[in-house]
């Protein structure tokens, strides 16, 4: 199995431009989300899903699109990217039996906006 | 105040030594309680989940105290390979299964030879 795949693993955008980042799991987990991690601060809850076609906001959700049209994957959208977006990003997943408490962690995208 | 605060550390500690982190809780009604794992440019990794009786898995034990608010990790004789970035996870109490997690922003952990 290969768990949780993120994709890219490092990237660097100008100012406005949007991009989207992948996410695909291949363990049927119903449950899957999107962090940001920052020096001091911790992983912060950006967007997750419970199911397929059902998405919500996390603590820091401003600046960022989600959607789950499949049980597998759950890309996440900057629309137009700014500094403060400068961050590593995990995508997560876990199953309806641990809720989203063991979550399987993508590897991480590294993301610098200019 | 956050709501969940773990000292930062680095704690360098040599082979072989006990070392201790805590983490305390802003909310009251948080219902449960975990120790991830990070090492260096990696993703968190589950360590533990902490009970509140206090549990154990090898040379490491966990404990929660609900009436201070705060969980503890203890790693007894330390290996090299404990060197990570261990982050503290608490779950709050909600209407639904999928509760909000709140991480802290860890703690850094060195062993050395």
């Known amino acids: 199995n290969a768990g949780v795949t993120q994709t890219p693993k490092f990237q660097v955008l100008k100012t406005g431009q949007s991009m989207t980042l992948q996410c695909a799991q291949d363990?049927?987990?119903?449950?899957m989300s999107w962090y940001r991690q920052d020096p001091g601060m911790g992983l912060r809850l950006i967007h997750y899903?419970?199911?397929?076609?059902?998405?919500d906001q996390g603590e820091v959700p401003n600046g960022y699109n989600v959607s789950r049209s499949t049980t597998e994957d759950f890309p996440l959208r900057l629309l137009s990217a700014a500094p403060s977006q400068t961050s590593v990003y995990f995508c997560?997943?876990?199953?309806?039996?641990?809720?989203?408490?063991?979550?399987?962690f993508g590897s991480g995208t590294q993301l610098s906006v200019l | 105040r956050k709501e969940v605060e773990q000292d930062p550390g680095p704690f360098n500690v040599p082979e072989g030594a006990t070392v201790a982190f805590n983490c305390t809780y802003s909310?009251?009604?948080?219902?449960?309680f975990f120790w991830y794992r990070q090492d260096c440019r990696k993703e968190p990794k589950l360590l533990m989940s902490v009970y509140s009786s206090g549990n154990e898995d090898g040379r490491f034990t966990a404990q929660l105290n609900r009436a201070s608010q705060y969980i503890s990790l203890l790693i007894r004789d330390s290996k090299l390979s404990d060197s990570a970035t261990y982050l503290c996870?608490?779950?709050?109490?909600?209407?639904?299964?999928?509760?909000?997690?709140?991480f802290g922003q860890g703690t850094i952990l060195t062993v050395h030879p």
């Open positions: 899903s419970v199911g397929a076609g059902i998405t």
């Open positions: 997560a997943s876990s199953s309806k039996g641990w809720a989203n408490e063991k979550l399987f």
């Open positions: 996870v608490v779950k709050a109490a909600g209407g639904t299964s999928y509760g909000k997690l709140t």
């Open positions: 363990m049927n987990h119903e449950y």
């Open positions: 909310n009251s009604a948080s219902q449960s």
